[in-house]
């Protein structure tokens, strides 16, 4: 499974990430021109959701011209935040405009029948949503990803619980900022010693709530 990593201009991050084989997550508003790492877009929208601030199109396609040369391994096309099936006609509407390969984010009020026929639109998809929806449905948007042949990637995990779950309900990639912000490799020096992740049960994996056991044992 394929961790990436939300950017940071650390020099130590940078060597973690590249120890364990990360790649950097950029962002509109987050992001490096000097890189040698794999690296997936995402599309901000969440970012300004947070921030109670309008996502800025314009500066989502600036940018993203600017990374297409360089191939990113995914692009996330734009998404309404718990939007549900509204969010999903908004990517849509964006999908045609973003270069291959690009990923369909999900989130609560979305089920799979209502998406499945669009799929071919896409190369992946990106689980968001509520922390409690996407770990009740997350195994099942990694199944569906398969059967249809694309890939499934799991937001904001960033704690060791959070990787074992995504690679036991076999996720091929996830994000989160817990490692980087915290300049913190603990969960994934521990991801890539752990030999198998069948045993693992659901548990509150949110980078916030999380964090902070984390960053209590950074040194063990």
């Known amino acids: 499974m394929k961790i990436y990593l939300g950017f940071t201009g650390n020099k130590k991050v940078a060597e973690f990430m590249q120890k364990y084989d ?3 997550l950029f962002s509109p508003t ?3 021109k000097n890189f040698r790492e794999q690296f997936c877009l995402d599309n901000g929208c969440f970012s300004a959701y947070l921030n109670k601030k309008t996502w800025d199109e314009v500066a989502f396609y600036d940018y993203l011209r600017m990374f297409v040369p360089y191939k990113p391994d995914f692009t996330v096309v734009p998404d309404i ?4 099936m509204d969010s999903f006609e908004f990517s849509l509407s964006h999908a045609p405009a973003i270069p291959r390969p690009r990923y369909l984010a999900v989130q609560d009020g979305m089920i799979s029948n209502d998406i499945r026929w669009d799929l071919d639109k896409f190369d992946g998809i990106f689980v968001g949503g509520t922390v409690k929806w996407k770990m009740d449905t997350a195994k099942m948007w990694a199944d569906i990803a398969h059967l249809h042949g694309i890939k499934c ?15 036991g309900w076999g996720v091929d990639s996830v994000d989160g900022t817990n490692p980087s912000r915290n300049c913190n490799e603990r969960p994934l020096r521990m991801f890539k010693e752990q030999s198998s992740f069948n045993d693992f049960e659901w548990m509150d994996i949110d980078e916030e709530t999380t964090a902070r056991a984390d960053d ?3 040194g063990a």
Not at 153 to 167: D, K, M, P, S
């Open 153 to 167: 990637h799991v937001g904001r995990i960033g704690t060791f619980q959070g990787y074992a779950l995504c690679e």
């Open 81 to 84: 935040v718990a939007g549900g």
């Open 216 to 218: 209590e044992n950074k």
């Open 22 to 24: 990360c790649g950097w």
């Open 30 to 32: 987050n992001y490096s």
